[in-house]
């Protein structure tokens, strides 16, 4: 399906009735991500490529920021009341941004999120995510280390991967480097989980923790033998951690 914001098609996916649920995904990724966690008894889940990612159209402007304006957007065009977040990895840092932003939301749930203070790419790393673009092969293989859980599934998920933006191959990593919310964590009001997973090759530990105690209600959890990505390693997981969270919030 497709919402139109701005002149910009914005593609997701619904599914399921109850508690509204969204989800957005992380760098090289799209909704498809998600696929398996979209049927979640008492919950209505949404998952959209944000521009510049899968099939949703491509804009020129790459950053945290407006990549958390299309989403509020997004949420306010099909009037989602009052969701759950669920950010993976960049999305997380987008997610984060529409906490701080907006007073609208139940709650958060962080799954690998690049840290309040950004996530920094090694410069010699950069030409190495321009390569991607000739050869898919190579884009496979990173995948496939976000997931040692579950390698054999970055196959599947390639080519919704080089529908990016070619301008966002690098383009996310620089939004990545340029913000910083840190300074907003302790005045976000709403239940925040943090998941990290013991093999994650990307995001460190003690970025998460010590983003965990910034805000005021928040539980770090580690996933054990999980790498960057439990929404595709483990999809019964999450979906355990999920209800359990939406469970927490109404009781």
Known sequence: MFVQIENVRIFYEMDGDGIPVVYVHGNFASSKWFEEVMKIDGIRTYALDMPNFGNSDRIDSISIEVYANYLWKFIESLKISRPILVGHSLGGAVTLKCVVDHDAFSGLILVDPAPADGLKTAENLYSVLESFKDHPELLEFSLASTMPARKEKAKALVNDALKMNPKAFSGNARALERYDYSQNLRDIKV?????????????????????????????????????????????????????????????
């Not at 090759?201 to 928040?218: D, G, H, T, Y």
């Open 191 to 251: 239940p925040v989980k943090i998941l990290w997973g013991s093999l994650d090759p990307i995001v460190p530990k003690e970025s998460l923790e010590k983003m965990a105690r910034m805000i005021p209600n928040c539980q770090f959890e580690v996933l054990d033998g999980i790498g960057h990505s439990v929404i595709v390693e483990s999809p019964k997981k999450f979906i355990e951690i999920m209800v359990k969270f939406k469970d927490a919030l109404h009781e």
